[in-house]
């Protein structure tokens, strides 16, 4: 079945760690996102990609890194330099070859600090 | 700015009964708007996407509407089950050119009883 893998379904942190969250899909999706979902807020966006090798910011990017070496794989990397980092974070994917198509969702990594 | 509102935040409701989860949004110049569940630790799975030109889709026991000119969208669910509890969200995708921002609302939490 075509989908989004998240993993690890749960990650702790210790202070000053970095720490990556996975996000794979096999949809064969252009464009994928990293979103944060915090209690009592929409989902925020932190980094989208449209296309191998490019990514750009989205509002909540300070903290954060991610790469784009494989269309299927779009890691998300949390810095020590993100000092509030307790989160779920979502990723998803879109077939951008028209217009306004829906985005698909993983399952989710809720993140913790030690 | 896209600002999305979902009222109300949460909605209690016996098993059976049909109800109405309200989303609007601020600006009218939308090109789709997707509804979305959310379970309980999971990521966002697509109920419903209606195209500014739609006025209502259905799918099953789910029916949503779009009113462009008043900023406004319905998901209707008609005699709800205990398995429809979730958090139910909408999504609105601006109607702009190069990439497109998803702003989502908070979402609405609902509890069917039993």
């Known amino acids: 079945d075509g989908g989004i893998t998240q993993s690890p379904k749960y990650l702790f942190r210790k202070e000053g760690q970095n720490v990556t969250l996975s996000c794979e899909q096999n949809?064969?999706?252009?464009?994928m996102y990293w979103y944060r979902q915090d209690p009592g807020q929409g989902l925020r966006l932190i980094y989208y990609?449209?296309?191998?090798?490019?990514?750009q910011k989205g509002d909540i990017a300070e903290g954060y890194s991610v790469s784009r070496e494989k269309k299927e794989s779009f890691p998300l990397t949390v810095t020590s330099a993100q000092k509030n980092p307790t989160a779920f974070y979502l990723c998803?994917?879109?077939?951008?070859?028209?217009?306004?198509?829906?985005?698909?969702f993983g399952d989710g990594t809720r993140l913790s600090i030690l | 700015k896209q600002e999305v509102t979902q009222i109300p935040a949460a909605l209690s409701v016996p098993e059976g009964e049909n109800l109405v989860l309200n989303c609007s949004f601020t600006d009218s110049a939308i090109y789709n708007l997707q509804w979305f569940r959310q379970d309980p630790g999971k990521g966002l799975t697509s109920l419903l996407l209606?195209?500014?030109?739609?006025r209502e889709q259905t799918s099953g026991r789910l029916n949503a509407s779009l009113d462009k000119s008043s900023g406004r969208s319905t998901l209707y669910i008609a005699a709800s089950q205990p398995g429809d509890s979730a958090t139910y969200l909408c999504a609105v995708n601006p109607n702009s050119g190069g990439y497109q921002k998803v702003t989502f609302g908070i979402g609405t939490k609902l509890q069917v009883i039993p």
């Open positions: 998803a994917s879109r077939n951008v070859g028209q217009r306004g198509q829906p985005q698909h």
């Open positions: 949809l064969n999706h252009d464009a």
């Open positions: 209606i195209q500014s030109s739609q």
């Open positions: 990609s449209q296309i191998v090798n490019d990514f």
